[in-house]
């Protein structure tokens, strides 16, 4: 199975940038579809984007368009999130995760799909 360490979070002010790194240790990435979710004080964790197995595909919450970018380096074996124009919003714990799909082409938005998950990084905005 693979274990999965996320980093790169911290504080920013709003409209500034970060990019959290997801490592992977045990598998490789190429293995597994990959996501991001977010979980902000008193709500549910949500979806903010996923990559396909095969990393043509990718998929992104309305909220996060044209904001953050999914990609994923298989020589380090490492999923990113680029966020850019951070909003308060935005401010959560943010969680990757793997699927260990067959489906080279398929994005999964539901976090009852993954399998393995981070331990999380925090990302906070002001305002």
């Known amino acids: 199975q693979v274990q999965l360490v996320e980093s790169g979070g911290g504080l920013v002010q709003a409209g500034g940038s970060l990019r959290l790194s997801c490592a992977a240790s045990g598998r490789t990435v190429s293995s597994y579809a990959m996501g991001w979710f977010r979980q902000a004080p008193g709500k549910e964790r949500e979806f903010v984007t996923a990559i396909a197995r095969g990393g043509g595909n990718t998929d992104y919450a309305d909220s996060v368009k044209g904001r953050f970018t999914i990609s994923r380096d298989y020589a380090k074996n490492t999923v990113y999130l680029q966020m850019n124009n951070l909003l308060p919003e935005d401010t959560a714990v943010y969680y990757c995760?793997?699927?260990?799909?067959?489906?080279?082409?398929?994005?999964?938005?539901?976090?009852?799909?993954?399998?393995?998950w981070g331990q999380g990084t925090q990302v906070t905005v002001s305002s």
């Open positions: 995760a793997a699927n260990p799909t067959p489906n080279f082409g398929v994005t999964y938005t539901r976090a009852a799909i993954y399998d393995y």
